[in-house]
């Protein structure tokens, strides 16, 4: 079945691809192989996607718990703010607060890292790739 020119998707340029290297014959492109390279590209693409969704839906998820946490601990340190040595209770609570925020910035500032990371190393793997594939191609035969 032909692909129709306003369907979107990956059988539209491969269509294209092929009808141009017909229209103009161009002697030993591989149009198989030329197809092949740009649908590893295509999917190396939605796989960093998903990487990066998958860790913002991760981040997200930690930074609601951490939130629900933090309030948890409000409402205890407000209960416990009376009698004789509130004062005393209340400059520990904040010091345990600043100490527990920075923590969880930094595990956060640490997940927002190691996603972007994993995302980077999905495209830079297909790119080292290609540069292979390229060194092949120019090399004489």
Not at 35 to 53: C, G, P, S
Not at 111 to 128: F, G, H, T, Y
């Amino acid at each position: 079945m032909e692909a129709d020119s306003k369907q979107p998707g990956g059988a539209m340029w491969s269509d294209d691809l092929r009808k141009f290297a017909e229209k103009f014959q161009t002697p030993g492109l591989d149009i198989a192989a030329l197809i092949e390279w740009q649908r590893k590209d295509m999917e190396t693409l939605v796989e960093a996607n998903r990487q990066a969704y998958a860790g913002v839906a991760a981040l997200v998820e930690r930074r609601n718990e951490i939130l629900q946490e933090t309030l948890a601990q409000w409402q205890a340190a407000i209960k416990d703010a009376s009698g004789a040595d509130s004062l005393t209770k209340q400059a520990e609570a904040a010091k345990l607060g600043v100490e527990k925020a920075l923590a969880n910035f930094n595990e956060l500032s640490a997940m927002e890292a190691q996603s972007r990371n994993n995302a980077w190393k999905i495209v830079q793997d297909r790119l080292q790739e290609n540069l292979g594939n390229l060194q092949k191609l120019l090399l004489p035969k």
